[in-house]
């Protein structure tokens, strides 16, 4: 059972930089949350690669926010939760923790492609556009 796991399987000895260690590439590893910096948030909205989601209150919402991203409630969850599990999906927050969590969710519904603003809308005001308000 373990060898169809192990398929694809590449394990390397790498030194870089004066530094020697492991690489391992699992292309049969389960999806995990990726990370994203604001800036490269930005230039997969500008392309349409991505669809963003706030994790936050309306009240959050209402102080700040990125042009585009839809507020998760029920109905919102539940749209998601029909698209195709390859859709690529993008969560933020005020910081970063609960759309972590968010993310988390549907990575554990099968969708393959979720990010996470690395920073929220914190990181977004600072890198991106300083005329998203800062709280």
Known sequence: MSAARAEGLRLDFVERDGE???AIENPNAPAQVRPITARDLQGKLAQGAVRLFD????????IAAIAGARLVDEAVRAEILE????????FH???GV???AAAEFFVSQGFREVYNLRGGIDAWSREVDSK???Y
């Open 132 to 134: 998203v308000p800062r």
């Open 55 to 62: 994790v936050r209150t309306p009240q959050e919402q209402a």
């Open 98 to 100: 609960r759309s972590q």
């Open 83 to 90: 698209l195709d599990r390859g859709t690529p999906l993008a």
């Open 93 to 95: 927050c005020h910081h």
């Open 20 to 22: 020697a260690g492991f």
